[in-house]
């Protein structure tokens, strides 16, 4: 059932949606080479928590931190550690936040210091492909235009949409009906409505799309060995169109 939210619902989504813009820009600020991604972990946790915040991810079907940190060829559900960044290399952060009842879920992909003009080319097609998404998200639309219009953006610049993770609702829990997949057909699902809150988040990687699950059960890496990149916002949808809750300042 995918639950439409009231005003007073949307306020505090805004309001979840505003903690987890300001953790990226912490994250933002602290990336760089050397940096580890434990360490990425523990200042999100801290600035969560004092906001009055959860982390909604840490304990979520047992996974064991606050963020997600997937690099290179991860694409998403890395568990952070001692790795240290490294000139080069892309991370992405995945970043839940629960506050006053209510989820707000964002994810960015970050380059580690200098990164190769095809890295940076992939990285501006999945943000651009993000966008797109959105921008397909308005009332009269089906939910299937999102991913049509993602898949349609990325392929044309030569890239894969990864299949096997999709967007979803989100509201009082993390995930909720619908699912919003990257890829698809148009014309196809459930009518979007004002009152629907999505996470929209394409996965795209520079080779195949297929991935596999490491032994640690939970890390995503493509198959081929290909970079991959993750973005994702949260959005409220308004009888005027989409309005996205986790965007930065």
């Not at 009842?101 to 990285?123: E, K, N």
């Not at 032994?215 to 198959?223: E, L, N, P, S, Y």
């Amino acid at each position: 059932m995918i639950i439409l939210k009231s005003s007073e619902e949307i306020r505090r989504l805004r309001r979840a949606g505003k903690l987890v813009a300001d953790a990226h820009a912490l994250v933002a600020e602290m990336i760089r080479p050397g940096v580890t991604t434990a360490e990425l972990d523990e200042a999100v946790e801290q600035l969560i928590r004092k906001a009055g915040g959860i982390p909604t991810f840490k304990g979520y079907q047992g996974f064991p931190a606050s963020i997600c940190t997937s690099v290179d060829d991860e694409v998403i559900h890395g568990i952070p550690g001692s790795r240290r960044l490294e000139e080069g290399q892309i991370v992405s952060v995945d970043i839940g936040v629960t506050l006053d009842g209510f989820v707000g879920d964002s994810a960015w992909t970050y380059p580690v210091g200098a990164i190769a003009p095809d890295v940076q080319r992939l990285l501006q097609t999945t943000e651009e492909a993000l966008y797109r998404g959105i921008e397909a998200a308005r009332p009269g639309n089906r939910i299937s235009d999102i991913g049509h219009a993602i898949q349609t953006w990325v392929e044309r610049r030569g890239f894969s949409v990864v299949r096997d993770f999709v967007g979803h609702g989100v509201g009082r829990e993390m995930h909720e009906e619908p699912q919003v997949p990257n890829f698809g057909p148009p014309g196809r699902g459930p009518r979007i409505k004002p009152g629907m809150c999505l996470a929209i988040e394409p996965m795209v990687t520079m080779g195949k799309h297929h991935v596999r699950i490491l032994d640690d059960q939970w890390t995503a890496v493509t198959v081929d060995g290909s970079l991959a990149a993750h973005f994702e916002h949260t959005i409220i949808v308004t009888p005027d169109g989409p309005e996205i809750l986790t965007r930065r300042e």
